[in-house]
């Protein structure tokens, strides 16, 4: 007896629709009769393998699938032995069910296997019983299904970074900068200095390259001597430009190694309130930049 046609495809219009419902491709298609744990007997089903995953219609022409399976975590596929004619049965054996399928004619349930196992398992079994053009095909999905693994990955890697980027840059909007920045310039952070000695003598103020800060010091020795140090956005770390360059993680670290590296001769700068900075003459605007990389 000669095994039946394999079913045609389901119409153009029909894969069309079932398009705007997953953008998986599609692989292998055709009937089976599937009998799932909550399922008291088989049911007759068209089945798509789009990807990793089986989709069931009720008929080849339902534009919407009736319920899915998917096989990622597949632990193996076993075949049982069939009292009916000219049928095969395996059981796909899942983490958290056992599902049985039944084909109706035998070549149909070894190209089932075959797409089933080669998209599960990235490889194409050798123990299945297949014309070579079909063995063809399966090295076809093969190949498509690894670059779509591939792709998936970069995508989900990339969206990560996205989110994990935003998250941070929200962070440093949010983030309180150390109390003695100012968004002043070199000059007038150092009349701050020099006209209130008693709130401080350094100054954190944005660089003038506006990618950059830069730290005004006020230093009594011999004679007040006021110098300027450049502080570098590298990455997400900020390096200090001395004779030997000192990064740090944030700018309160940069502020800190100033004042341990002095024994606290250097003190923040520090007004009670920005209030009282305005009102002697000093503009102050708050920062909410993103952090420069």
């Known amino acids: 007896m000669m095994a039946k046609k394999p079913p045609k495809p389901a119409p153009r219009r029909i894969f069309q629709e079932r398009l705007k419902i997953t953008a998986l491709p599609l692989y292998f298609e055709g009937f089976l009769l599937v009998k799932r744990s909550e399922y008291q007997e088989y049911k007759h089903y068209w089945t798509e393998l789009r990807g990793t995953t089986l989709f069931f219609y009720s008929d080849k022409k339902s534009p919407s699938y009736v319920d899915?399976?998917?096989?990622?975590?597949?632990?193996?596929?076993?075949?049982?032995?069939?009292?009916?004619?000219?049928?095969?049965?395996?059981?796909?054996?899942?983490?958290?069910?056992?599902?049985?399928?039944?084909?109706?004619?035998?070549?149909?349930?070894?190209?089932?296997r075959g797409f089933i196992l080669t998209v599960t398992e990235l490889s194409?079994?050798?123990?299945?019983?297949?014309?070579?053009?079909?063995?063809?095909?399966?090295?076809?999905?093969?190949?498509?299904?690894?670059?779509?693994?591939?792709?998936?990955?970069?995508?989900?890697?990339?969206?990560?970074?996205?989110?994990?980027?935003?998250?941070?840059?929200?962070?440093?909007?949010?983030?309180?900068?150390?109390?003695?920045?100012?968004?002043?310039?070199?000059?007038?952070?150092?009349?701050?200095?020099?006209?209130?000695?008693?709130?401080?003598n350094m100054i954190l103020r944005p660089g003038s390259d506006s990618k950059s800060y830069s730290i005004t010091i006020r230093q009594e020795t011999d004679m007040p001597r006021i110098k300027h140090y450049k502080v570098m956005s590298v990455g997400k770390n900020y390096t200090i430009e001395l004779e030997t360059p000192v990064t740090l993680p944030n700018l309160f670290s940069v502020i800190d190694y100033f004042m341990k590296e002095t024994r606290g001769n250097l003190r923040p700068f520090i007004y009670s309130t920005d209030v009282t900075l305005e009102t002697k003459g000093f503009p102050v605007t708050p920062l909410k930049l993103k952090k420069n990389v």
Request: proline residues 5%.
């Open 68 to 112: 899915k399976l998917d096989l990622i975590d597949l632990t193996c596929l076993t075949g049982q032995n069939s009292t009916e004619k000219n049928c095969a049965k395996f059981t796909l054996v899942l983490p958290k069910e056992e599902v049985q399928l039944k084909t109706e004619n035998i070549e149909s349930g070894e190209e089932w």
């Open 124 to 200: 194409v079994p050798l123990h299945v019983s297949l014309l070579p053009g079909q063995v063809i095909r399966l090295h076809e999905v093969l190949d498509r299904e690894k670059k779509r693994r591939i792709e998936t990955e970069r995508t989900l890697s990339s969206a990560i970074e996205k989110e994990k980027e935003s998250i941070e840059d929200y962070a440093d909007v949010l983030s309180p900068m150390p109390a003695c920045f100012y968004t002043v310039s070199r000059k007038e952070a150092t009349e701050m200095l020099e006209k209130n000695p008693s709130l401080g």
